[in-house]
């Protein structure tokens, strides 16, 4: 499956954004789906998850409340939600696909290439 992530730019603290990931190649209902960030100088960080049909979605505590994630099966598409942006938000974010049920926080095999997310304070 190839993925394809848009919708970074540059907003100002408590703003709103949307990041959307495109699927192709693959039967889009087979995989569950991630979003990862990395800032500059720190390792890759799990976000967000969400199993095959989104009835299960998992969120690392620093973005929980704020972001959520959703999927449109059929668009094969993936969303990322975020409200009130901070600063620490700031990263590339990369959307991530794996085969299976239940959603994890790693071991994903397929990567889409990157939005860039910047929050001015």
């Known amino acids: 499956v190839q993925l394809q992530a848009s919708g970074g730019g540059l907003v100002q603290a408590g703003d709103s954004l949307r990041l959307t990931c495109a699927a192709s190649g693959g039967t889009f209902s087979s995989y569950v789906m991630g979003w990862f960030r990395q800032a500059p100088g720190r390792e890759r960080q799990f976000v967000a998850a969400?199993?095959?049909?989104?009835?299960?979605?998992i969120y690392d505590n620093s973005v929980k409340g704020r972001f959520t994630i959703s999927r449109d099966n059929a668009k094969n598409t993936v969303y990322l939600q975020m409200i009130s942006l901070k600063a620490d938000d700031t990263a590339v974010y990369y959307c991530?696909?794996?085969?299976?049920?239940?959603?994890?926080?790693?071991?994903?095999?397929?990567w889409g290439q990157g939005t860039q997310v910047t929050v001015s304070s």
């Open positions: 991530a696909a794996r085969r299976g049920v239940v959603p994890p926080r790693n071991g994903y095999d397929y």
């Open positions: 969400t199993s095959w049909n989104g009835a299960s979605t």
